[in-house]
């Protein structure tokens, strides 16, 4: 996707399934990515305020919660002739899952009079969201107006557009323009709203908004960006929530706003795992939302097979090009399967009754024991996905020479997460008197053996577990962040796990800000490189967390404090990804095409707050670790433990007050 949007630069605001992005200074112009969209559609693609055809002056703007931004600007022509601005354009904007309110206020401060025209101009081209991600530019639709309705139609898709000031004048081509006359008193202003309005003609909801839902845990800590980070991610999650259509009671976490605002296995079951301290709702919404979509046939176009679980679902009008992108419901997945198997087994030993969920289990488990060696992946007809890990980019799968890998590909991650997925359905088999048990553990017993034999490679440093296999069976040796992910998947020794620990905390991954993807030492290092060289909080996450699980606190706490540390920079919204350089040697800049909010990105300081307090599915109790001393004194309200809700403080010394 080389002409891929950027939107580093853009501001957004969210309110699943619907997103919203503009410039820093509230114009939202007709420019790559920029839109209000709807459900994967663009509703909105221009939508500008202009003072006697002059764009304002931005003096800033601010993020008022998930869903809301505040833009203000100055108007220089007007007012009073002193250096300073006298008159301004404040804008409140705030989306809804299928409304965009624009609160525009025309201020004036002066000692004078003033008499001007404001004009609002906007257009729709009611485009997927897979036609401008490419780099596309498509055609407007154009408005109609009537009764002082202003309307966009293009097929099933409709934008409508009221006002509660009526304009002066409208003028209607490709974009609609609006027009205000007005005279200000000294020290006045006149406030109007814009209403825009999303739907679709035809019933073809996959995924819908899903009913009041409001987190309720709180965080304080010594260290206010932790807290803040925390809070933010918590509204941020709150707001990527949808339900599934068929069953609105089943809520799952979208992945990310704007080009993964949908169900995306991975993803969707990684956010829920992090979360599961705070309850298991959210986890049952997503295991049974892909539970219903769980593969029944072998389907290379798809990439579906029996058991198997979906990794994106998207909704794509039926008047759209159904060809465009990926298939709508797409399988190439190598880890979605055992990761929501993993995850039924956590919600399980946080009290949830999974008791409904035993037969997609079997048949989730039956599609892991499948293979015979190791999971491995190969896009069958070259429509889908080359790489099918969460490292799913071309070129994210290359040895130490950067030589890519050749397919079909196992991935160390995803035999871990088998293994570990194996032993996961065994218990649960087991404690509801179901067979299989048995076959579950000799599998992994058998996978234990196979890898320590063909993964572990050896450098200038010593022996590490390598980042893969590829066709010949060949071990893929670069140095890479996926060796943190099978921390605490039982497959590792703890000699094992602490040649890891060595690795994960040593310059080469550690960036002073998290875990870099790809060794900082690699002749193909991209600090801005998608899964070669990047940031990622997730990945550091899943580390921090198997580090403390493995008895390794001290490298879990120094990678904590570098996310921590990087949403600071980030004003407490970590993105998706951002750039690898050292801390001390270079910038902090996030990927130019990075989602911001970004669900497990949100989710990811859940999972550092956990690692801090030792609370784990298993233990139910809390164990905090002396390495994250800097955050302590630190309270948890509203951790679920022993199946009532409960506030958890640590004191400066560590003590534990569970109340």
Not at 215 to 239: R, W
Request: charged residues 20%; glycine residues 8%.
């Amino acid at each position: 996707m080389h002409n891929q949007p950027f939107l580093h630069e853009l501001v957004t605001a969210v309110a699943a399934p619907a997103t919203v992005l503009s410039a820093p200074d509230g114009q939202l112009r007709r420019d790559g990515a920029q839109g209000w969209l709807v459900a994967d559609v663009r509703h909105v693609a221009e939508l500008t305020v202009v003072v006697d055809d002059r764009e304002p002056v931005t003096l800033g703007h601010r993020q008022e919660g998930p869903d809301g931004l505040r833009f203000v600007a100055a108007v220089r022509h007007l007012g009073d002739e002193i250096t300073e601005p006298t008159v301004r354009v404040e804008r409140r904007r705030r989306t809804r899952p299928d409304t965009l309110e624009e609160t525009v206020a025309l201020v004036n401060d002066s000692r004078r009079e003033i008499t001007t025209t404001v004009s609002v101009r906007l257009a729709a081209d009611l485009a997927p969201v897979l036609a401008f991600r490419v780099g596309q530019r498509p055609a407007l639709v154009s408005p109609t107006r009537a009764n002082g309705l202003t309307e966009w139609v293009s097929g099933s898709r409709v934008t409508r557009l009221t006002s509660d000031r009526a304009p002066d004048d409208v003028v209607l081509d490709e974009h609609a323009r609006l027009d205000w006359r007005l005279t200000l008193a000294p020290r006045s202003r006149v406030t109007w709203t814009l209403t825009l309005t999303a739907s679709s003609a035809s019933d073809d909801a996959v995924f819908t908004a899903p009913a009041d839902v409001r987190a309720t845990a709180n965080l304080t800590s010594v260290n206010q960006d932790l807290e803040k980070l925390f809070h933010t991610g918590l509204a941020d999650l709150d707001h990527l929530l949808l339900a599934d259509a068929a069953a609105p009671d089943d809520v799952f976490a979208a992945a990310g706003a704007p080009w993964y605002l949908t169900l995306f296995g991975r993803d969707s079951l990684w956010t829920a795992r992090f979360a599961l301290p705070l309850g298991t709702d959210l986890a049952m919404g997503t295991l049974r939302t892909l539970a219903r979509r769980q593969g029944t046939k072998h389907d290379p176009e798809t990439a579906e097979e029996p058991g198997k679980i979906a990794h994106e679902i998207r909704r794509v009008p039926s008047d759209v090009d159904q060809t465009m992108g990926l298939p709508p419901v797409y399988y190439g997945t190598i880890d979605a399967t055992p990761l929501w198997i993993s995850l039924l087994h956590d919600a399980w030993r946080w009290g949830a009754d999974v008791s409904d969920l035993l037969d997609p289990l079997r048949r989730a488990l039956g599609w892991v024991l499948s293979h015979d060696g190791f999971l491995s992946y190969r896009d069958e007809l070259g429509r889908g996905l080359a790489n099918q890990g969460w490292k799913d980019s071309i070129d994210s799968i290359q040895d130490g020479a950067g030589n890519l890998a050749e397919a079909p590909v196992a991935l160390s991650e995803a035999q871990a997460y088998a293994h570990r997925a194996a032993l996961d359905a065994a218990t649960v088999l087991d404690a509801f008197g179901l067979p299989g048990a048995a076959e579950a553990r000799a599998w992994a017993e058998r996978m234990n053996g196979r890898f320590r034999e063909a993964f572990w490679v050896r450098d200038e440093e010593g022996p590490f577990p390598a980042l893969a296999l590829d066709a010949q069976g060949r071990p893929v040796d670069a140095l890479a962040s996926n060796m943190g992910h099978l921390l605490g998947s039982g497959l590792l020794t703890g000699d094992e796990a602490a040649l890891v620990a060595s690795r994960l905390g040593s310059g080469r991954l550690d960036s002073g800000y998290g875990l870099r993807t790809f060794d900082g030492t690699h002749p193909y290092f991209n600090p801005v490189g998608y899964h070669t060289g990047s940031v990622w909080p997730h990945d550091t996450a899943i580390a921090v967390d198997g580090l403390a699980r493995e008895g390794h606190p001290e490298v879990a706490a120094a990678l904590a404090a570098g996310v921590v540390r990087a949403g600071a920079h980030f004003d407490h919204r970590l993105p998706e990804l951002y750039g690898g350089w050292a801390a001390d040697d270079g910038p902090l800049v996030a990927y130019p095409s990075t989602c911001r909010p970004q669900a497990w990105s949100a989710a990811s300081v859940f999972a550092l707050v956990w690692a801090a307090l030792g609370l784990t599915p298993d233990a139910r109790e809390v164990r905090p670790s002396p390495a994250f001393a800097s955050w302590f004194p630190l309270t948890v309200d509203g951790v679920v433990l022993g199946g009532r809700r409960v506030r958890v403080t640590v004191d400066a010394a560590g003590s534990v007050t569970v109340s």
